[in-house]
Every structure is written in structure tokens, then in C-alpha cells.
């Protein structure tokens, strides 16, 4: 594991990178970086090259509902969490693959974030929270180290022969104008 250390203590670690010191950054002495304890007023600046092959997921399955995070759900921020990218698809996918039905879609997706994500396995569970024959609320909770983490909600409606009638598609799109007469006021 590679890391960067300052005077006073390490600043970054990085598990799959290794570091190369490119040159070093002084702190100003007003604005937004005023201010700070310690003897930071010097940090080196660095690159990093991956050593180690992408892994081919985000997550691997353990089970029926148990995913494994890979280290290609880590954030940017901090190397023992993770994005919130690849959970919010993972819930996506379990609210899609809800109950059989092939004649719903989500319309409406909204997700909690309750706490970080650390790199933990996480427990994936879906359900319809409100059956309805043209409208249903599906709900997905991901679960790590035995508390919620993340919470999504979707709303699903019906399609089908004349539940959302084609707008514009069979027409062609308008000529394009035969100069670049803009008028922006």
C-alpha cells in the first residue's frame, strides 16, 4: 500500500496505485486555505499509475442478495469507501428485476444516502411497497454490517397499447435553418 506523508502524518493511502512525487504546492497565507493547524504550509503533489488490472465488476455476487464491493466501487474521496454511483445502480437493478412484471417501467427514482458506504459486503433487498394495476411504488434497501446504508424508492407504471401514445416519432425532424441567424436577448 502506497502513501504520501507529510511532516506530521501520512495523508493518503492508496491500495492499488503506486505514487510518483512530481513537485510540491505552498499553502497561501489568506483565503480559503488560512488558517490551517500544523506544518502544512508545504504538500507534495503526485500522480498515480494503476499497477493492478481493472477488476471486470463493481460488485461480486455472494448469494442471492450478498454483494461484494471490488475496488472499482471506491470513491475519490476516501479509499476505504465507496462511490455512490455503483450502489445506486446495484438498487436500480433489484427494483427492475422486481415480481416478473414485464409490463412496468420506473418513471421515478429517488435515493436516501443514511451514512457512508464502506467497502463492506452488502445485503440487497426489494420489494413492492404499493401493488397497483397502472402504478406501483417499489422500494430497495441495501444493508452493511446489519444497518441500513442506502434506501431507494421507484415509481412504476404501466405500459402498453394506448397507456402512452407516440408523440413525433413517425414525423421528420424540421429542416435545419440555411444560415446561423441567432438572436440570444
Given at each position: 500500500?502506497a502513501?504520501?506523508?507529510?511532516?506530521?502524518?501520512?495523508?493518503w493511502?492508496?491500495?492499488?496505485?503506486?505514487?510518483?512525487?512530481?513537485?510540491?504546492?505552498?499553502?497561501?497565507?489568506?483565503?480559503?486555505?488560512f488558517?490551517w493547524?500544523?506544518?502544512?504550509?508545504s504538500?507534495?503533489?503526485?500522480?498515480?499509475s494503476?499497477t493492478?488490472?481493472?477488476?471486470?465488476?463493481?460488485y461480486?455476487r455472494?448469494g442471492?442478495?450478498t454483494?461484494?464491493p471490488?475496488?472499482?466501487?471506491?470513491?475519490?474521496?476516501?479509499?476505504?469507501?465507496?462511490?455512490?454511483g455503483?450502489?445506486?445502480?446495484l438498487?436500480?437493478?433489484?427494483?427492475?428485476?422486481l415480481?416478473g412484471?414485464?409490463?412496468?417501467?420506473?418513471?421515478?427514482?429517488?435515493?436516501?444516502f443514511l451514512?457512508?458506504?464502506?467497502?463492506?459486503p452488502?445485503t440487497?433487498?426489494?420489494?413492492?411497497?404499493?401493488?397497483?394495476?397502472?402504478?406501483e411504488?417499489a422500494?430497495?434497501?441495501?444493508?452493511?454490517?446489519?444497518?441500513?446504508?442506502?434506501?431507494a424508492?421507484?415509481w412504476?407504471?404501466?405500459?402498453?397499447?394506448?397507456?402512452?401514445?407516440?408523440?413525433?416519432l413517425?414525423?421528420?425532424?424540421?429542416?435545419?435553418?440555411?444560415?446561423e441567424a441567432?438572436?440570444?436577448?
Open positions: 500500500m502513501s504520501i506523508a507529510t511532516a506530521n502524518a501520512t495523508i493511502k492508496l491500495p492499488i496505485c503506486s505514487v510518483r512525487v512530481v513537485g510540491t504546492a505552498t499553502r497561501p497565507t489568506t483565503g480559503p486555505f488558517g493547524t500544523g506544518n502544512e504550509s504538500r507534495a503533489l503526485w500522480t498515480t494503476v493492478e488490472p481493472k477488476p471486470a465488476a463493481f461480486l455472494q442471492d442478495d454483494f461484494v471490488t475496488p472499482a466501487t471506491v470513491g475519490p474521496w476516501d479509499p476505504a469507501l465507496q462511490h455512490g455503483p450502489p445506486a445502480a438498487l436500480g437493478r433489484a427494483i427492475e428485476s415480481g412484471r414485464t409490463d412496468v417501467r420506473v418513471s421515478h427514482f429517488s435515493l436516501d451514512g457512508a458506504l464502506p467497502l463492506e452488502m440487497v433487498r426489494a420489494e413492492v411497497a404499493r401493488p397497483g394495476k397502472r402504478i411504488l422500494t430497495a434497501t441495501a444493508i452493511i454490517g446489519g444497518r441500513p446504508a442506502l434506501r424508492a421507484a412504476r407504471l404501466a405500459i402498453g397499447a394506448g397507456r402512452g401514445p407516440r408523440v413525433g413517425d414525423e421528420a425532424p424540421p429542416p435545419m435553418p440555411d444560415h441567432r438572436d440570444y436577448c
